[in-house]
């Protein structure tokens, strides 16, 4: 016991940093790769998704079906993220997949959207309705009163190759590609799988 007792009396403020600093270090080399290509809980912010999701609700971002990550620091600013390397894995999104992505010059700002456009495709909105090819969609997740006003009458635009044209399901309340354009792959961070907050809302993200 009086051995013990002389250890730690030994410990200095240093020593004491060092470990705390040793522990941080072993967190971020276990949690940095976690959150980058494996999952992340986000929040909804705002209510472009109305009808999907609802401000405030948190929802469960899955990695594992694409992701893209800057080789950045959490902490870093905004200029230096954006100006880091991307490392993208997995596949591509569907139609109609629920993601959360950035947009050019703006930082580390998530959105979420749905992507209806994949690349190659012509979109355009008619009265709210959308249109995919030529095929109408009536994307039922969508309430009526968002189809009017706006720019709820759109295109018809193509989506160059290695883009992806994103709308909020509030048409009405959405900073999308109808203002920023079509955005690539490397903006794409997840999918959208699951809200799992407030737990009496829980359930899935169905994609249509």
Avoid at 108 to 113: D, E, I, R
Avoid at 176 to 194: E, F, K, P
Wanted: aromatic share 10%.
């Amino acid at each position: 016991m009086k051995k013990d007792m002389k250890e730690k009396k030994k410990k200095t403020p240093a020593r004491e940093i060092l470990e705390w600093a040793l522990t941080v270090a072993a967190a971020l080399v276990i949690c940095l790769p976690i959150r980058a290509f494996g999952f992340e809980l986000m929040r909804v912010d705002g209510s472009s998704m109305e009808g999907t999701l609802a401000d405030g609700e948190i929802m469960f971002v899955s990695k594992f079906d694409y992701a893209s990550s800057w080789l950045a620091l959490p902490w870093q600013d905004d200029e230096t993220k954006e100006s880091a390397p991307c490392l993208v894995t997995g596949g591509a999104p569907e139609r109609f997949d629920v993601v959360a992505c950035r947009y050019p010059g703006r930082g580390g700002t998530v959105f979420v959207k749905r992507v209806v456009g994949l690349p190659g495709d012509v979109v355009e909105l008619k009265s709210g309705y959308l249109y995919v090819n030529g095929e109408k969609y009536d994307e039922p997740y969508v309430k009526d009163e968002y189809r009017a006003g706006g720019r709820n009458d759109f295109g018809p635009v193509t989506v160059p190759e290695g883009r992806y044209f994103v709308l909020g399901d509030h048409r009405n309340n959405s900073n999308d590609s109808r203002y920023v354009g079509a955005i690539t792959r490397d903006m794409i961070l997840g999918h959208a799988r699951t809200v799992v907050f407030p737990f009496d809302r829980v359930r899935g993200i169905a994609p249509r």
